[in-house]
């Protein structure tokens, strides 16, 4: 009896010291008033860097000892969270360039310093361990970002690292297995939003250096399409939206972007709150809009806002984005391939009937016959967006437009976008990083391949062509490959957003490494 009782014993010592041990509620986290007093302080001129420390013990303990000492006559914030946490490691930051090299050898020289080896398991970080070795954008973007790593794999791709892409995958299939969909990034802060879904974009380019890619991935494909349709069945009238799902007038489902937490964002904790405060409206309307933006990838841009001047103004979820759409398109494309490849006739006719209502939807809401243009759809207020984005160049990407329309966008492309570094992101100037003067390159390769595609060979090389000399300006003057850049005057650094432009940088090697194959620009112009 004493003896089972002593086992007893262990068992719940065990058991409590596990518990101890194990991860903190985050929502808690974010919530306490050490996080809110460290990043509004604030402790680092950068929100993101606070989230993306390692406690030194846990969460709790050290919650429960700011709590015991930050009203002590001597007590120091900053001397207390650099004591009790570690600072993010940032290794590729000791990169010294070689600017006597190509373009094209330094973004090779660049690789093994912006891959990370498999994630160890700490339950105390943010970071969710990745079970496979993956590629950063680089600078503050310490972790694996979901849309940049589609655009970072055409580089990787192109210079023959096969292996490379395909752990990425790898881990994004993982990761939809264990969350059910493929978060911002390998954050526990990301976990309740997404970002524009290139998922099978990534099986589409894996597939042509592997036939067994398509059916590998169908099933991870399909429940990362569930994710983003949940709550379709539930929508009843045109108008009804449930999370990322709207039904249209016609009766189409089309998607929006969309996020589950009404709360700062904890990597821009001190932006949120003070923005919320001063719009005059409900802060968790401002803040779900805010994420809802993050998960678009494109935060921020006049193409959310009212006011183009005030991002206070921000109604995300009330717009249909016209990439989104089309991403959306071809997944249910890529699903209905796989299921007849399958032989799973009804699945594949049921992502045939998907996918011919979005084209129709897409040809229908976003073509823009004033404009000239695709753009997005407000379907709060039933008409078309009036603003003119290079979002609207998705619909020639995935070969969805009708010659006529492509003529008519081509032409707004080569007279109001094009300028002498590329292509400006949006026509407006709102000092949002998304918007003009700014020019970031999964756009210009999203521009290039659509007008390829429909026989505008010459634009889209000019397109190349300036986008590359402007790559290989800002390279030769500063060593490095920039998140974005200032296309309309190409002495001058891109600005905008809430930090200052990194470099690095993941998708700009990716599209530089790709653009000066498939271009045959690796000429004397960019060595």
Not at 305 to 326: G, H
Request: glycine share 6%; charged share 20%.
């Amino acid at each position: 009896m004493k003896l089972r009782h002593a086992l007893y014993g262990i068992i719940f010592l065990v058991s409590a010291c596990q518990k101890k041990s194990g991860p903190p509620n985050w929502e808690q986290v974010f919530e306490s008033s050490l996080f809110h007093d460290v990043q509004t302080a604030p402790v680092f001129p950068d929100s993101k860097t606070f989230p993306d420390c390692t406690p030194r013990t846990s969460w709790d303990e050290i919650i429960s000892l700011y709590e015991k000492e930050k009203n002590k006559p001597d007590f120091d914030l900053t001397t207390f969270v650099g004591s009790h946490f570690i600072l993010p490691d940032r290794p590729e930051s000791s990169f010294i360039s070689d600017t006597t090299v190509t373009l094209e050898e330094h973004i090779k020289n660049l690789w093994p310093r912006l891959t990370r080896p498999a994630d160890e398991t700490n339950d105390q970080s943010t970071r969710i361990a990745l079970p496979y070795a993956y590629v950063v954008p680089g600078g503050r973007f310490a972790e694996i970002y979901y849309w940049d790593s589609y655009f970072t794999m055409l580089g990787l791709l192109a210079h023959n690292r096969k292996m490379d892409a395909v752990n990425m995958v790898n881990n994004f299939a993982w990761l939809i297995n264990r969350y059910g969909h493929i978060p911002n990034g390998n954050r526990t802060y990301y976990l309740s939003r997404s970002q524009p879904p290139f998922f099978a974009c990534m099986i589409a380019l894996l597939h042509q250096h592997d036939s067994t890619a398509l059916l590998r991935y169908l099933s991870a494909l399909k429940k990362e399409y569930d994710f983003w349709m949940d709550g379709s069945g539930k929508l009843q009238k045109p108008g009804d939206s449930y999370r990322r799902v709207v039904l249209m007038p016609d009766g189409s489902l089309m998607n929006r972007y969309w996020d589950d937490a009404p709360r700062p964002r904890p990597e821009a904790y001190k932006e949120d709150v003070q923005l919320a405060g001063l719009s005059g409206r409900a802060k968790e309307d401002v803040y779900r809009n805010l994420r809802a933006a993050a998960e678009s990838g494109w935060d921020f841009s006049s193409r959310w806002l009212d006011d183009s001047t005030r991002l206070e103004t921000i109604r995300t979820t009330e717009i249909i984005p016209v990439d989104l759409n089309c991403l959306l398109y071809f997944a249910e494309r890529t699903l209905q391939q796989g299921y007849n490849v399958k032989q799973l006739t009804d699945s594949a006719q049921y992502f045939t009937d998907r996918a011919d209502s979005r084209r129709r939807a897409i040809l229908t809401f976003f073509w823009n016959e004033t404009a000239g243009f695709f753009t997005d759809y407000d379907f709060a207020n039933s008409r078309q967006r009036s603003n003119k984005t290079l979002a609207g160049m998705f619909p020639l990407f995935f070969e969805l437009a009708q010659p006529q329309m492509v003529t008519r966008a081509a032409s707004i492309i080569e007279s109001e976008f094009l300028k002498p570094g590329g292509l400006t992101t949006t026509l407006v100037n709102s000092k949002q990083q998304w918007d003009a003067p700014n020019g970031w390159a999964p756009l210009q390769y999203i521009a290039v391949t659509g007008l390829k595609q429909y026989g505008y060979d010459s634009l889209a090389t000019i397109i190349a062509t300036r986008w590359l000399a402007q790559n290989q300006r800002v390279f030769k003057r500063t060593g490095k490959m920039m998140e974005k850049y200032n296309v309309a005057d190409t002495l001058q650094p891109a600005g905008g957003g809430e930090y200052p432009t990194q470099d690095g940088f993941g998708w700009t090697n990716g599209v530089a490494a790709y653009l000066l194959q498939l271009n045959q620009l690796l000429t004397s112009e960019f060595k």
